[in-house]
């Protein structure tokens, strides 16, 4: 079964630039969780979606968004980028049952110069 | 709110050394507990995880933990480390209702010396 994939998984923008950055879950999951991860500030988590709908929100600004297709893939998007927003961002899924593993993609690393 | 806190930030041992790593929480209610792994240059792997039952899981690589509800705590342990272990330990937190929620502590990075 194939694991989780994120694309792309590396990336240079500029201060102001908006990126968007895609999940595709393990086949079968309905649910992506977004985290951010950062030297500084370890491991954040930013947003879930299930089933197209936001399940759960982190305390990131709304500069950060995301949405879910019918296919259960995932794409979250962050507008006026800020150098800040280096960072590793990490895509995960599960089947969306409760009390279940997460299994994490590779991750996009987003370089903001 | 919820929080992990890992104790040690940087763990150096040698060869064959018994491990502990500490992970402790603050969390209302039923609480699902994980570790992951990171090693260098790859992606965030599960080690093991407790949601029920008996407090002491065993994962993959021969590590362990060992859940201790009145302590909130859900330490490591690996009775001999290798080389190969050498990479970031991550232990985090969710509960049933919020299992897409995870609550990670700061990581501990173990350097085993060969």
């Known amino acids: 079964k194939a694991g989780v994939t994120q694309t792309p998984r590396y990336l240079i923008k500029t201060r102001g630039q908006q990126v968007t950055l895609s999940c595709s879950p393990i086949s079968g999951h309905r649910s992506v969780s977004w985290y951010q991860q950062t030297p500084g500030q370890g491991l954040q988590f930013l947003f879930e979606?299930?089933?197209?709908?936001?399940?759960n929100k982190g305390n990131f600004p709304g500069r950060f968004s995301g949405r879910q297709f019918s296919n259960s893939r995932s794409e979250m998007n962050v507008s006026t980028l800020e150098l800040g927003d280096s960072a590793l961002y990490l895509c995960?899924?599960?089947?969306?049952?409760?009390?279940?593993?997460?299994?994490f993609g590779p991750g996009t690393r987003l370089l903001v110069l | 709110a919820q929080s992990v806190s890992q104790h040690n930030h940087h763990v150096i041992l040698s060869e064959a050394a018994s491990l502990e790593l500490g992970c402790n929480y603050s969390?209302?209610?039923?609480?699902?507990l994980f570790w992951y792994v990171q090693y260098p240059g790859q992606h965030l792997q599960l080690l093991l995880k407790y949601f029920s039952g008996d407090p002491l899981v065993k994962g993959i690589k021969g590590f362990e933990a060992e859940f201790i509800k009145s302590k909130f705590s859900f330490n490591l342990r690996k009775p001999s480390v290798q080389w190969s272990d050498t990479a970031e330990y991550f232990c985090a937190v969710n509960s049933n209702t919020n299992a897409g929620k995870s609550t990670f502590g700061d990581g501990t990075t173990l350097t085993v010396k060969p």
């Open positions: 979606y299930f089933s197209e709908t936001q399940r």
């Open positions: 969390y209302g209610g039923t609480v699902n």
């Open positions: 995960a899924s599960r089947r969306g049952q409760s009390g279940e593993t997460q299994y």
